[in-house]
């Protein structure tokens, strides 16, 4: 007999920050699935390209990379030659700022929309003081994370690891370069998993029991959250740690002082 899932209804969206290969992407669409809640993954550069003007291809070119379409086409431009001359439909990509500004509209406009499980693009930082949001890292070790990308996605060991160093270190930069933050900070998140842990149905099941617990909370003002509420006072203050150098000459110590002087009699 399965339990029900808790009442989460309270919350507005989980955010899904992965290493890549450790199976973030495959924790948030099952857990979409799960609660019936709207994935938003790669649709958010479709919308993005369609507000902005853009080709698809180049808002691509642009998601999660830290270099943006201008300094992309300054280096074609100086490929090319500096005679290139445009033509007259050329439509000059928009600079990273504008860039920002649409992903924000777009993640704060399916946040508001309700229920909704974001894959990466910053969102744990465009989100970051919503009480009604739950934010998420997924990370695996790199051995393990090389065997997932290597059978996913036909690669061999070598290309998986090429792969996947290339792909964290590309989100490193875009959220630095974006949101002045890296994406290991664990003060960014409200749950850490470790997929070479725990599998990826199990780390669903906590995300769904994280929900329900802030869902519980979130009405509640801020002062009555963390570590001091419910709190219960020490009867007594606690002992101090006696330091290891310490502890351990003291049995020494304690040898000398209690053993009989050695006998002097001739």
């Given at each position: 007999m399965t339990t029900p899932d808790p009442d989460v209804s309270a919350m507005r969206a989980v955010t899904i920050s992965r290493e890549y290969g450790s199976g973030g992407g495959e924790i948030a669409a099952r857990l979409a699935k799960r609660l019936g809640w709207r994935l938003v993954d790669h649709e958010v550069v479709t919308q993005i390209a369609q507000q902005l003007g853009v080709e698809e291809q180049d808002a691509e070119a642009h998601d999660e990379h830290a270099e943006g379409w201008v300094m992309q086409f300054f280096t074609t431009m100086q490929t090319v030659g500096p005679m290139v001359a445009l033509p007259s439909n050329y439509k000059f990509p928009p600079n990273d700022a504008s860039y920002t500004r649409a992903l924000r509209d777009i993640v704060l406009g399916a946040t508001q929309a309700g229920h909704s499980v974001?894959?990466?693009?910053?969102?744990?930082?465009?989100?970051?003081?919503?009480?009604?949001?739950?934010?998420?890292?997924?990370?695996?070790?790199?051995?393990?994370?090389?065997?997932?990308?290597?059978?996913?996605?036909?690669?061999?060991?070598?290309?998986?690891?090429?792969?996947?160093?290339?792909?964290?270190?590309?989100?490193?930069?875009?959220l630095a370069a974006t949101f002045h933050h890296t994406p290991d900070e664990a003060t960014l998140y409200d749950l850490v998993l470790n997929t070479g842990a725990i599998d990826l149905d199990g780390c669903v099941d906590l995300i769904i029991r994280a929900l329900a617990n802030r869902a519980n909370r979130v009405h509640e003002p801020v002062t009555a959250l963390g570590p001091l509420a419910p709190m219960t006072r020490y009867s007594e203050p606690p002992a101090d740690f006696q330091r290891a150098d310490a502890a351990a000459s003291a049995p020494a110590a304690e040898t000398q002082a209690t053993e009989p002087p050695p006998d002097s009699t001739p």
């Open positions: 974001i894959i990466g693009r910053g969102s744990q930082m465009i989100l970051r003081d919503r009480l009604d949001t739950l934010h998420v890292r997924i990370f695996a070790p790199l051995a393990q994370r090389i065997a997932y990308v290597a059978q996913r996605e036909s690669l061999t060991p070598e290309a998986a690891q090429r792969r996947i160093q290339q792909k964290d270190l590309d989100r490193r930069r875009y």
